[in-house]
């Protein structure tokens, strides 16, 4: 007897979880298409008793092939390229949905019918499928209608994925042993772990010169069983297919030692992101007594430290740490601004975390490899170590790592001179954007204007192509490009809007976009009483409730929204949905908010904004070091995301007011990246100014006075010579009064700024050529006023001066 019954239903009534089925089935579903058309309809599943895996066979329609016909609920593209079968199980009693969509064929008319097969164990269910298509043929598969659910191919999309190398880098280049990528070169060793890591970035990160070494010594493996530490030979040559492509470098070598072997395979790409997977196996019973990563740094050069539980700025002597995956540490960055290495423990079981406050929803897993151990830090070597374990023979065991070598690339300051932001968040009413787009200014700023979302022209959370606002985006850009400005729009991953006609799909795909997460029973920082009415009584269970906003006005009151898994297909929906914004708004780039993204992502995002030029990413976090976010350190989570990024937005609960220099400079500038930001809470503008910040229009600040000051200065065509670089032609006579230089033929400009609690009187060290100094009069900043080389300057407390000086 059947236990199997199937119900099918159209995409404008999606089958929710919290709905009752059909008291009687249809095997069979009648519908309308276009030519062109991404067609998608529903076949809904309930086993009485039994259940099983869920199984799907295409069949062909008429004259639309087999082949056009795919279910997204069983697979698909993953975010790499990669195709894949999800395996889906039919529980009794429960109802699973099944979302197919037909790539109908432009040149076919008329009724096109067939059968599909579902399967659920062993028992098969044929489902009779009836298209009428007619109608004007479509040049976008139906996307530009949301409601019409053809987006939802989006999922598989691959745009971005071409293996080019992105800009500012440079093809991967090999000689021998080494590796060279932008202003950087690693040498492999026989084991093939690096042997050293050498850079060309100056102190300042404004240049490139002569490579210098990071590296005391090569990295190594050590491991001590009851017959003492053990020595590794070569087991063979060590093969390579180094510049096998412009973007990757690869290699693997294979070593042995009493009773093991050690194959390390390892890849470095364009930026000079990297991976090692150190596979240990044992050919006889063996017991471990240790096994440690060892990296040593030059002492000179570990001089500062951010990540496993040290907030970033000056490196310890000395640093001992735990696993414990409560807390998002997996890694640390260590070195000086110009020469630096990020490593990312990481077992086979790595799965990405939440970011921001949802962390504790799905925390890092404890690595099978590593969570054994902990590392230390000693006077710039760092040790990775496992503690005793026992191998088996015949058993391997891999111990990954992820590494960085930095700065990625150089400072771009003439971008940070000119490209002056605007960024509006919550007005309800176009007239805010409109306005502030009638006064941009292309030269004198602001001249990017950044759209958030719960606005007038972007509604809804991390759905900016919404039916209802898009073409209001694609005016406001329209408008912003007559005045040759740029406008750009919120558009991040970490969550998803409950207004987007593709949440109830997307649910229904068992936790592979939205987090299966408690539902009714989570409880997060925002909703401290559980989730939001409307979520509970339409998505029912599994999911994790997160950002809402009150809309209104034309569009819905309330935007509600939920967490999305990482390194998932909402991957390729989130950057089709970007091509499409670029390709039909023709947006100037994206500002992406804390997101749980990768590197590969980000490269294909950074494709797809560059097919124009002048487009940007600029990313915003929110201070990670709490409870809330287990305490990790932001540009170490986020590591992989910089070289693809061309602005940071740090501040948001960050210490800036009370921010040390070393901890400004690590933690908030991201100059020791590659990266320039802008400041937000606690804006301090003379400190800021050391690293060529100022705050953002119109949070925590006006920065418009100083903008004019740059332009009546002639901050553009300068070089940046930082106080933290030996290079720097100014320096005090005070401690706590730090001097940043920028740099021409024929001016200098020299910042100011004072971490003493009391006014001071200051006198520079400056080039002979100096004779006088002079301080424009800029609003809430500075006062005019003139100095002779040589002469006190007073220095109020907590804050500085922007001088010019001239011969």
Avoid at 11 to 36: H, L, M, W
Avoid at 106 to 113: I, L, Y
Avoid at 166 to 189: A, D, M
Avoid at 357 to 378: A, C, D, H, K, R
């Amino acid at each position: 007897m059947p236990t199997l019954t199937v119900f099918t239903a159209p995409r404008e009534r999606p089958i929710r979880r919290v709905d009752t089925p059909p008291s009687t089935p249809s095997a069979t579903f009648t519908g309308a298409a276009r030519p062109g058309e991404f067609f998608v309809f529903q076949i809904a599943l309930v086993a009485s008793e039994g259940g099983g895996a869920v199984g799907f066979v295409s069949g062909a329609l008429g004259a639309i092939p087999a082949s056009a016909m795919r279910c997204l609920s069983l697979g698909g593209i993953d975010m790499r390229g990669k195709a894949f079968t999800k395996q889906l199980t039919l529980k009794p009693g429960k109802t699973q949905v099944l979302w197919v969509g037909v790539d109908v064929p432009k040149s076919v008319r008329g009724r096109c019918a067939g059968t599909v097969t579902v399967t659920v164990g062993a028992e098969r269910v044929p489902v009779e499928i009836v298209l009428t298509v007619s109608g004007k043929p479509l040049d976008d598969h139906g996307d530009s209608v949301a409601a019409n659910l053809s987006r939802l191919r989006w999922l598989d999309s691959t745009a971005g994925a071409e293996r080019t190398v992105t800009k500012p880098f440079l093809p991967v280049q090999v000689s021998g042993s080494k590796i060279k990528v932008l202003g950087r070169q690693l040498t492999l060793g026989s084991e093939g772990l690096p042997s050293q890591i050498e850079s060309a970035f100056n102190g300042s990160n404004t240049k490139l010169g002569k490579l210098t070494p990071l590296l005391a010594a090569p990295m190594r493996l050590e491991v001590e069983t009851a017959s003492g530490p053990l020595r590794w030979s070569p087991a063979g040559r060590m093969s390579r297919s180094l510049g096998a492509t412009e973007t990757l470098a690869q290699w693997d070598s294979v070593s042995q030692a009493e009773g093991l072997s050690l194959l390390v395979t390892g890849q470095l790409d364009y930026t000079g992101s990297g991976s090692l997977t150190l596979r240990l196996t044992a050919h006889k019973p063996t017991d471990v007594r240790e096994l440690a990563l060892v990296v040593p740094l030059l002492p000179e050069r570990a001089k500062l430290m951010m990540g496993l539980g040290k907030q970033g700025g000056t490196a310890p002597k000395s640093w001992s740490w735990k696993w414990d995956t409560k807390k998002h540490q997996d890694a640390l960055w260590l070195g000086e601004v110009n020469a630096g290495l990020m490593l990312r423990l990481k077992g086979a079981n790595f799965r990405r975390p939440l970011v921001n406050i949802y962390y504790g929803f799905q925390p890092l897993n404890l690595p099978e490899s590593w969570g054994t151990g902990g590392v230390t830090v000693e006077n710039g070597t760092i040790r990775a170590f496992t503690g005793p374990r026992t191998l088996a023979a015949g058993e391997s065991r891999d111990f990954i790592v992820d590494f960085y070598l930095t700065p990625f690339k150089l400072l771009n300051t003439e971008a940070q001179w000119h490209d002056r932001y605007i960024h509006l968040g919550g007005s309800k009413s176009p007239e805010p954007h409109e306005k502030a787009v009638a006064e941009m200014d292309a030269t004198r700023g602001p001249n990017v204007l950044n759209v958030h979302q719960a606005t007038f022209f972007s509604p809804y959370i991390n759905y900016p192509y919404a039916d209802a606002s898009f073409s209001a985006l694609q005016k406001l850009t329209q408008a912003a490009h007559a005045k040759n400005t740029r406008v750009k729009v919120y558009y991040t991953t970490r969550e998803i809007t409950q207004n987007m006609p593709e949440l109830i799909p997307l649910h229904s795909l068992s936790g592979e976009v939205i987090v299966a997460g408690p539902g009714k029973n989570a409880k997060t920082l925002l909703h401290p009483n559980g989730p939001h009415p409307w979520l509970t009584e339409n998505l029912g269970e599994d999911f994790i409730p997160a950002w809402q906003d009150k809309v209104g006005g034309p569009y819905a009151e309330l935007d509600l929204s939920v967490i999305t898994t990482p390194d998932s297909r909402w991957n390729n929906f989130y950057l089709e949905g970007l091509k499409w914004l670029c390709e039909k708004a023709d947006i100037d780039g994206v500002y992406i908010d804390d997101a749980a993204l990768d590197s590969h992502s980000l490269a294909r995002a950074r494709r797809i904004l560059d097919t124009r030029p002048k487009r940007l990413i600029d990313f915003h976090t929110w201070n990670h070091f709490n409870d809330w976010a287990g305490y990790g350190t932001n540009l170490v989570i986020y590591q992989e995301f910089l070289p693809y990024l061309d602005r940071l937005w740090i501040g948001e609960g960050f210490p800036a007011r009370d921010a040390a220099p070393d901890y400004w400079l690590t933690e908030m500038s991201g100059i020791p990246f590659g990266m320039m930001s802008e400041m937000l809470d606690g804006a301090h503008p003379w400190r800021g100014l050391l690293f060529g910040e100022t705050a953002r229009l119109p949070w925590s600040g006006d920065p418009r006075p100083l903008w004019k000051a740059f332009d009546d200065y002639g901050i553009q065509n300068t070089e940046l010579i930082g106080f933290w670089d030996d290079a720097c032609p100014v320096k005090t006579s005070h401690p706590d009064v730090r001097a940043t230089v920028y740099q021409a033929k024929d001016r200098l400009l020299i910042a100011l700024a004072s971490w003493a609690k009391t006014d001071v009187a200051v006198t520079l060290t400056l080039p002979k050529t100096i004779q006088t100094l002079h301080a424009a009069a800029i609003p809430n900043f500075q006062p005019e006023a003139s100095y002779r080389s040589g002469e006190l300057i007073s220095i109020p407390a907590g804050k500085g001066l922007f001088l010019r000086a001239a011969p």
